[in-house]
């Protein structure tokens, strides 16, 4: 049974940063693609970042600011997020997968979520 759990979410200040993790277990960790989502309240899931064997993606509203990695040995992905501000808000799911996609849709496995607020 594949589980996703993550972790580090929190209230943060606008500029701060904060780091996310996802351990994920009852799957090949090294295998898969791995990305981060959010759904902040009234918008939909959207990619916020990927890695695979062929690199890292970010989407354009956080490049430069928010960095993803992953640990293999612990079967773990992490979000280190940077210069936060308020359109960060949301709760961010990990997400696994064969392949990289920006779509939700291309991922058959799902974390519950982690909630990031960030005020001003």
């Known amino acids: 049974q594949v589980q996703l759990v993550e972790s580090g979410g929190g209230l943060v200040q606008a500029g701060d940063s904060l780091r996310l993790s996802c351990v994920a277990s009852?799957?090949?960790?090294?295998?898969?693609?791995m990305a981060w989502f959010r759904q902040a309240p009234g918008k939909e899931r959207e990619f916020v970042a990927g890695?695979?064997?062929?690199?890292?993606f970010y989407a354009d509203s956080v490049k430069g600011r928010f960095t993803i990695s992953r640990d293999n040995a612990k079967n773990t992905v992490y979000l280190q997020m940077n210069s936060l501000n308020n359109d960060d808000t949301a709760v961010y799911c990990c997400?696994?997968?064969?392949?990289?996609?920006?779509?939700?849709?291309?991922?058959?496995?799902w974390g519950q979520g982690t909630q990031v607020t960030v005020s001003s």
């Open positions: 009852g799957v090949l960790f090294s295998r898969y693609a």
């Open positions: 997400a696994a997968n064969w392949d990289i996609g920006v779509s939700p849709r291309a991922y058959d496995y």
């Open positions: 890695i695979s064997w062929t690199g890292t």
